[in-house]
């Protein structure tokens, strides 16, 4: 089974400030993941598959990177909007497709 | 507009069953595989099965193999989930989500319904 592990837990950030969230695999998923925003109450939105696709709508301040192991989504410039949870899922394994346990995105 | 729309949840007690249904529209629901996602309160997300376009290919997870049955009427635009013997830790919004990829599996999720609550007690 291949483990997510987000980091760090939580992030607290001011609007206009750059976020750097971080997902590591336990093993080699080459580009195979994505990054989701959830709010409460919502359901979650795709932002990024394969490592560094934009799904579609996504605002550019939003961007993947990484492979192998190490992943980041960055986000370059806090909306309020962006104040939310963020997980990571990955289909290497596929269909064994796990999620990370997630990072909360909380203003400072 | 892509929607996806669930229903069945409610409260059950353990060993009970319960079926699941999520309706879509707005896109070309045979052409795509579609996901049963689930979050217990407070929890991460969990994919709990998947199905292909036509409904020849499916997969559970551990935790829900032998007690989940997933289906689809492509001729309805419905997917289903038959849950058996249902425990309390199945207790979780049931979310149905659309992948990505027309004709293909990923495991992703592009589109998502707005859940279902199960919540399984005595």
């Known amino acids: 089974e291949i483990v997510l592990t987000q980091s760090p837990a939580t992030l607290s950030l001011s609007p206009g400030e750059r976020a750097t969230l971080s997902c590591r695999a336990s093993?080699?998923?080459?580009?195979?993941l994505a990054w989701y925003q959830q709010k409460p109450g919502q359901p979650p939105r795709l932002l990024i598959y394969?490592?560094?696709s934009r799904a579609t709508g996504i605002p550019a301040r939003f961007s993947g990177s990484g492979s192998g192991t190490d992943f980041t989504l960055t986000i370059s410039s806090l909306e309020p909007e962006d104040f939310a949870l963020y997980y990571c899922?990955?289909?290497?394994?596929?269909?064994?497709?796990?999620f990370g346990q997630g990072t909360k995105l909380e203003i400072k | 507009q892509v929607q996806l729309v669930e229903s069945g949840g409610g409260v059950v007690q353990p060993g009970r069953s319960l079926r699941l249904s999520c309706a879509a529209s707005?896109?070309?629901?045979?052409?795509?595989?579609i996901n049963w996602v689930r979050q217990a309160p407070g929890k991460g997300l969990e994919l709990v099965a998947l199905?292909?376009?036509?409904?020849?290919?499916?997969w559970y997870a551990d935790s829900v193999k032998g007690r989940f049955t997933i289906s689809r009427d492509n001729s309805k635009n419905t997917l289903f989930l038959h849950m058996n013997s249902l425990r309390p830790e199945d207790t979780a919004v049931y979310f149905c989500?659309?992948?990505?990829?027309?004709?293909?599996?990923?495991?992703?999720?592009?589109?998502w319904g707005q859940g279902t609550l199960v919540t399984v007690s005595s």
């Open positions: 199905i292909s376009f036509d409904g020849s290919d499916k």
């Open positions: 093993q080699s998923i080459s580009s195979f």
């Open positions: 989500a659309r992948d990505p990829f027309i004709y293909d599996s990923s495991g992703y999720s592009d589109y």
């Open positions: 394969d490592a560094s």
């Open positions: 707005g896109f070309i629901f045979r052409s795509y595989a």
């Open positions: 899922q990955q289909r290497s394994s596929w269909p064994r497709c796990s």
